[in-house]
């Protein structure tokens, strides 16, 4: 029985300390630039065109199609420091 209370906290600790490694690697998932696609009021001539200002670091671009999301996608990041 003693074994038991000695070895259950051991465990706890050592995936307390698994588990906090872990945190530090996750990338952060703060929204930066979001807009919906399938407005079509969006489009100028078939083209939707925005601007916003980004920090340097790396950037994670997604997209989930849905009802009337546009067939392709093209995106194009223009600036002074794109590799």
């Known amino acids: 029985m ?3 209370i000695i070895i259950i906290p051991v465990i706890l600790i050592i995936i307390a300390i698994g588990l906090s490694f872990n945190q ?3 990338l952060s998932e703060k929204t930066v ?3 919906t ?3 079509p009021n969006l ?3 078939g083209v939707y065109s925005s601007t ?4 340097k670091g790396d950037y994670i671009l997604k997209f989930v199609p849905n009802g009337d999301s546009p067939q392709s996608l093209n995106i194009l990041l223009k600036g002074e420091n794109y590799d």
């Open 2 to 4: 003693n074994k038991k």
């Open 24 to 26: 530090s690697d996750k």
């Open 33 to 35: 630039f979001h807009v």
């Open 37 to 39: 696609l399938a407005d």
């Open 43 to 45: 489009y100028k001539n």
């Open 52 to 55: 916003f200002t980004v920090n």
